[in-house]
């Protein structure tokens, strides 16, 4: 796929799914950006604002295989990586994959989860693969985690350890609809007559593969390379930050900063585009100093004041 094809390709999916996902354009965007970056993706938000549907839907749209995991204190590793079982007929024991053996995976309520079946999670995450039984089993490609978790509800669950965190691309809220957009939502609903909605596969996983290759070809400047290490270097001298921004973050953001390009319809990316992606892709990365929680600064606040702090390289 040639690089200016992404850009219609993939406004194309966006426009398909916003038939159903109402007045959530750019977080719409932002999930489509992350996708084409090859990341994966953790929406932070109140129950009931179409995470899961947002998941389905572009999974539907782009026309790859989808499963949903319920994440509960109880749930094993083997119960997400899968298992062997013993195949009578064959006299042999034989793999029975489990849900992470898809391209899009959402993890519904992450957070619930023991840190041992975080831990397989992570695997997945990081090499593309699972062990199960001491063998290594290669996940099928492309392969996008797409996690939730309630910002406010902590009581029996187990917060993400930091080195999970960083392996989330980019960490999203949805929002509350606006009056408007919730009459639209109901009528919506009311048109359809039922509750299931159905869109038109757009693609493949063979598709999305080419254009992430395509992706490749976006042009970074010297200066904007500069640029990020700039905000990321900024995070670890912060006087509020404990621990600051790993290469990791770097590399997410150059990453999404070039897909965005594409998403776009631009070959080379531009200081707006990291400007636009800094707090999405860094915030979650970062361990505040405590003093920070009574004042209410939050970790956005300390990128967004980063990134405004620095001055912005002109690119010929």
Same mark, same amino acid.
């Given at each position: ?23 959530? $354009? ?29 998941? +389905?839907?572009f999974a539907q749209v782009l026309g790859v295989e989808f499963k949903r995991i319920q ?94 965190? $960083? ?28 509750? $299931? ?25 010297? $200066? ?42 631009r070959d080379f990316v531009i200081p707006d585009d990291v400007k636009d992606l800094a ?16 004042? +209410? ?20």
């Amino acid at each position: 796929m040639l690089l200016h094809d992404v850009g219609d390709k993939a406004n194309e999916i966006i426009l398909e799914v916003s038939k159903v996902i109402v007045g959530k $354009d750019n977080v719409l965007r932002r999930v489509m950006n992350g996708i084409l970056a090859g990341g994966h993706i953790l929406f932070e938000d109140y129950p009931g604002l179409a995470k899961t549907l947002i998941a +389905r839907c572009f999974a539907q749209v782009l026309g790859v295989e989808f499963k949903r995991i319920q994440f509960t204190p109880d749930l094993l590793p083997s119960d997400i990586t899968g298992s062997h079982i013993y195949n009578r007929d064959r006299g042999e024991f034989v793999l029975s994959p489990g849900p992470l053996f898809a391209n899009i995976v959402l993890s519904d309520e992450i957070n619930r989860a023991t840190p041992k079946t975080q831990s397989a999670l992570l695997e997945a995450m990081q090499e593309g693969q699972v062990s199960i039984a001491g063998d290594t089993q290669t996940l099928p490609q492309p392969f996008v985690v797409i996690a939730t978790q309630n910002p406010i509800e902590y009581e029996g669950t187990f917060p993400l350890p930091e080195a999970q965190l $960083d392996r989330f691309m980019l960490r999203l809220g949805v929002g509350y609809p606006s009056k408007e957009e919730e009459v639209d939502i109901l009528q919506r609903r009311l048109d359809r007559k039922k509750d $299931d909605v159905q869109l038109k596969a757009l693609g493949s996983g063979d598709d999305l593969l080419a254009m992430r290759e395509a992706v490749e070809s976006v042009f970074v400047d010297p $200066d904007i390379e500069r640029y990020i290490v700039s905000i990321t270097a900024g995070t670890r001298s912060h006087q509020s930050v404990l621990v600051g921004v790993s290469p990791r973050g770097s590399l997410a953001l150059i990453k999404l900063s070039r897909a965005k390009a594409a998403l776009d319809g631009r070959d080379f990316v531009i200081p707006d585009d990291v400007k636009d992606l800094a707090a999405d892709a860094l915030a979650h990365r970062l361990i505040l100093s405590p003093e920070l929680w009574s004042r +209410r600064v939050t970790d956005r606040d300390v990128i967004e004041g980063i990134v405004q702090s620095l001055p912005v390289p002109k690119i010929p």
